[in-house]
Each structure stands twice: as C-alpha cells, then as structure tokens.
C-alpha cells in the first residue's frame, strides 16, 4: 500500500493488529508526535537564526544595507527588520493556502507539500550572493533573491504550521491530547536553542559560511519531516469525513493496538462516524465558520485566533528574533557577550516550555493563560524601568527582565495557541479555524518582527512600556471569553458550547460547571440540542431538546449510561435522579409536533 494512497485500502479481516511504519498503540501516537514535534523545531530554529545572523559581521558585510551605524539607525533598523520578518509573510500565505485546500487534501498531503517547500525555499535562500561578496559574484539581486528563498521557506513553514496541530489533535486522546501538542509545540524551544548556538559557534568563522550553513541546516528538520509523513498514517476524522472508512478505521486500530475488527475499534470508529454524519447533514462549507447560534463557530474561531494575536503583540518575538541584538544595542554589551547571554536565554526559554508538558493538564488552559500574561507584563515592566535611565547600571537588570519573560511565556503561552484552536473549534471547521488562528499568528508576528528594530532605535525603553500595557489589556478578554477545555473531548466540547448558547450563560461559566461527560451523554445533549443540524427546528419546534410540556430545550443531564434509563413513552426517566426528559425522536418518524404543525411526514 503506498503511503500517500493509502487511504483508498482496505481493511484486513484476518484479525492481525494493524501498524504504520511496524508501530502501533502508544509507540504509533508518539512517533506521531515525534515527528510533529520535528515540524515546529523547524518552525523554532527559524525564530533563533536570525537573531544571530542579522547583525553578524559576515552578513552585514554581504548585505550593507543590515549594517546598523549606530544603536539609533532607523534605517539600517527598518532594513534588518523586512529582512527578517518577510518569512513571516510567507507563512501567512501557507497558511491561507490551507485554508483554501487543506481539507480537501488531508493533513498529511499538506505536511509534505510544506516541507518539500522549505527545503526548495531554504536553496534559494543560502545560494544568495549580495553586494558586499568578496568574490565579486554578488549584487542587489542577490539581496532580492534572498528575499524570495526566505518567503519561500516561509510558505512551506505556515502549511505546516496551520496543520500538524489537527493531525495530533484528531489522532490522540482526551486525556493526553494536552499533553502531546504541548509537547510538539514546545519544541519550538529546542529548534531555537540549536539555532542560537549554532549560531554562535559559527561566529567565529570569517567567511560567509557563519550565515549560509545555519540557513541550510533547516533542511535537516525538513528532510525527518518528509520521511515521517511518508510512512505515518492520516488523521483517522479526515479519512472517514472524506469517504475512506476502511483506512479510517485502520488507522484508529492501530491507534489502539488492535485489529479492525476489535470491538473497541469498532465502537471508536462508530463514534467517530456518527459525528460526522450530523455535521454533514449540516452540509459544511466554508461558509459555516461564520455561523454562530448553537455551534458558535465563528466565536469559537475568534477566541482561538485571539491567542496567536496576543501572543505575538504581547512581545514574545521582541525577545526572540533579537535577544542578541537588544542585549547589544538595548544594554550595551559586547557582541560576543550578547550572543552568549542570546544562547543562555533560549535555554531558559527551552526549559521552561518542557514544564508546560506537566503544566497543561494539572493546571489547566485558562489558568496558565492567565498566569503566563500577568507574569509577562511584569516582565516587561521591569524591563522598561530597568531601561529608561539610559544608564549601564540600571541597564544590566533588563537583561534579567528579558529572562524572566522568557520563562512566563515558554511555560504557558509558547505551547497553548497552537493547543488551543485545534481542540476549542468543531470538527465541521477545525481545518479553516486553525488556518485563520495561524494567519492571525503570522500576521501579527510580521507586524512586531517588522516594526521592532524601528522601534527600539526610535522610542528606546518605552517599546517595552507598550508590551507591558498590552498584556494587561489581555487579562479581562481571556478571564470573560476563554473556557477551560481540559480533559474534555471534542466533541464533548460541541456540547459545551451549545449548552451555554441554550441557557444564555458564558461558555467559561459552563466549562466550570458542568461536569466531564460520558460518551453516551455526548451523544444524547448532541442529538437533543440539534447541534449538527439533524432537525429541523422551524418545521418540528420542540421535537429535539424539548422537556415535557415546555418551549424550552431540555438542559437537565442525562444518566451516564443507557442502562440506568427507564423508558415510559416518549419519556425518559433516570434511575439515579428520576429527572424526566425527553427523548429525541429518531428523525423521518411521526411525532405530535409534526402533527400539530400540520406537517406530512
């Protein structure tokens, strides 16, 4: 079977365990994450390298227009600036690109593709010669081609990005699907760790090699990411929404470590299936990422786009893309120093991020949101007052402002933007959600990477008075707006939302309150609030979610089992509790509304 056709096979009926890449169970879904964890290294190397490279001697001597006169040169400030943040730029097309296709070609197409990309865009990029080569090969085209091959590798980087949180998310489970994405997201750390350093090893080279080789290592991480994806399975939601049910059901068995005919496969497949049915029913499009009523996709899209915004404008790449270069200009330390104290903080940044693994499902999402932003406004407070004297002393404790920011923002909201959209929004617009959560992020990233040079070498400290302020407008939208979503399914998830829709209270009050669900319940508030469109509400009002006797949806909570109902005509009473609710009947069949409505069944 090939790996990128294998969605069209079949399922084997010898009762064999089935395995991708001769793994399954708990080795197959770490190997998934392993590999995931490759693609945002990636994503993080790319972040670091240039914080090294963009006020090197080398490259400041290929390109002249990067060389900074003086800490206060806007437009040597503004060069360096479009330098780096035109990767951004690419990344946001990537990631409109899978807005646009991403569905229709699957998470795994999109991963290939977008690293295929990368590593084309990374050749461009370090076979530049600018004005300033010494071998005379070199000239303003060269600047402009380096241009392209970063954009380029940009391109790759936001398909990739706006996708491998979706296939982790649609291929674990809710007790670990915390866990696994933090986990991928926060080696984002690691990838920037290798790239300070290696940056400053290489600082010692006099030759162009000290910016070309850093550059051309990215390949490395691109080449892993294509020999994973070639031989690793398809997100098991994507294959069966798209028709392919005997490779969807494949892949969730070998996710289990059993064979296709496993009554647990089966069961997780039916699950899996019954969702997605409702939400066709629904006939999605695109379109329904503007809907709001009971499936609340467009303010779920928002609060998930929400994080990546206020993870960029709270100042995290201020910190990252120019460490080097604010501990040089900022605090007014030697170059070689800088790079140092550059590669210390991203392991800093590196440690911190691996407690999130721990963190995310112990503490919970809303709370480190909120921990990270209150910590990060301190952070910058301290920096901006540690700088605005305009003295060495007072200088040398922004370094520790910097540091401290470092740690709040790879604890908590490194890893959370890329965990929180994939799991807040519906399966029915998960892939087109995510995409605009990562446009969003790039955008955004382009916006502080872009102005951040101009702006130092302008208004000096008061740059960090902004992302102080900043993060403290942050704290009352994620308190009134950002649900917990631990330890809950997606689909369950649905319910939530739907629930607190239905009795006009906010989804975080809702997510407090109400408690975890059974599969069973999942299903039974689905059907009975209509979430997927299964009803029609205009032609049969009161036929699902409907108590007896009332216009209003049933919000009681159903029995945890359907053994624990007693059935007494169209009412269903819980042993446990003896509430009554309705039953939801089953849809096509005569009821007294449909009757009443004067409606032909």
Avoid at 161 to 168: F, H, M
Avoid at 215 to 226: E, G, N, R, T, Y
Avoid at 242 to 264: C, F, I, M, W
Avoid at 551 to 570: A, K, M, Q, V
């Amino acid at each position: 079977m090939s790996p990128l056709s294998s969605e069209k096979g079949g399922a084997a009926s010898n009762g064999a365990l089935v395995k991708y890449g001769g793994l399954n169970g708990d080795a197959l879904l770490y190997t998934i994450v392993g590999i995931a964890t490759c693609g945002f290294s990636l994503f993080g190397y790319d972040q670091g390298l240039m914080s090294g490279i963009i006020a090197s001697k080398q490259f400041n001597t290929e390109f002249p227009a990067t060389k900074q006169s003086s800490p206060s040169d806007v437009h040597a400030g503004t060069a360096q600036g479009t330098v780096t943040s035109c990767y951004e730029v690419g990344c946001f097309f990537g990631a409109l690109f899978a807005f646009f296709a991403g569905e229709r070609m699957g998470r795994r197409r999109v991963m290939l593709l977008g690293a295929v990309i990368m590593i084309v865009g990374t050749i461009i990029t370090v076979s530049a010669f600018g004005p300033g080569d010494q071998s005379g090969r070199g000239n303003i085209g060269g600047f402009v081609q380096f241009f392209v091959g970063r954009v380029t590798t940009g391109v790759g980087n936001g398909m990739n990005t706006a996708t491998i949180p979706s296939w982790v998310a649609e291929t674990s489970k809710a007790h670990n699907r915390g866990f696994l994405i933090c986990m991928e997201a926060s080696t984002v750390a690691v990838g920037t760790v290798i790239a300070y350093w290696l940056d400053f090893g290489l600082s010692f080279v006099s030759s162009s090699v000290s910016w070309r080789f850093p550059i051309a290592f990215q390949i490395v991480f691109a080449l892993i990411l294509v020999g994973g994806v070639l031989v690793l399975p398809e997100s098991p939601r994507w294959l069966i929404a798209h028709g392919y049910d005997d490779e969807g059901q494949r892949v969730l068995a070998a996710l289990l470590a059993t064979s296709v005919e496993d009554p647990a496969a089966i069961a997780e497949k039916n699950v899996v299936s019954d969702a997605l049915l409702a939400q066709a029913r629904a006939k999605a499009d695109k379109r329904q990422i503007l809907k709001g009523g009971r499936q609340q996709h467009l303010r779920r899209a928002m609060v998930g786009a929400s994080t990546q915004l206020f993870q960029q404008i709270g100042g995290c790449n201020a910190v990252i893309y120019y460490s080097t270069i604010l501990f040089e200009n900022q605090i007014g330390l030697p170059t070689q120093l800088s790079l140092i104290l550059g590669g210390v903080l991203s392991i800093v940044y590196a440690i911190c991020a691996l407690t999130s693994f721990l963190l995310v499902e112990k503490v919970g999402r809303r709370k480190l949101f909120l921990i990270g932003t209150f910590g990060q406004g301190i952070a910058m407070f301290i920096t901006f007052g540690c700088l605005l004297p305009g003295t060495a002393g007072p200088a040398k404790g922004a370094a520790f402002g910097l540091y401290l920011f470092i740690a709040f923002f790879g604890a908590t909201w490194l890893p959370l933007p890329w965990l929180y959209p994939a799991e807040l929004n519906s399966m029915a617009v998960r892939t087109q959600a995510n995409a605009i959560s990562t446009m969003t992020n790039w955008i955004s990233n382009f916006l502080v990477v872009q102005v951040l040079p101009t702006m130092t070498a302008s208004i000096g400290a008061y740059t960090f008075l902004l992302f102080a302020l900043a993060n403290c407008l942050f704290l009352p939208f994620i308190y009134f707006f950002y649900p917990e979503t631990s330890g809950r399914t997606l689909e369950e998830l649905d319910v939530v939302f739907a629930h607190a829709h239905i009795v006009k209270r906010r989804p975080t009050i809702i997510a407090e309150e109400l408690p975890k669900l059974t599969d069973h319940q999942i299903q039974t508030l689905t059907d009975r609030y209509d979430i997927h469109g299964g009803a029609s509400e205009e032609a049969a009002p009161g036929t699902f979610g409907a108590p007896v006797n009332a216009g209003e949806p049933d919000t009681t909570l159903p029995p945890t089992h359907p053994s624990e109902l007693r059935t007494h005509g169209n009412h269903a009473v819980n042993d446990d509790s003896g509430l009554s609710t309705r039953v939801p009947t089953p849809t096509g069949l005569p009821t007294d509304a449909n009757k009443e409505a004067g409606h032909k069944i």
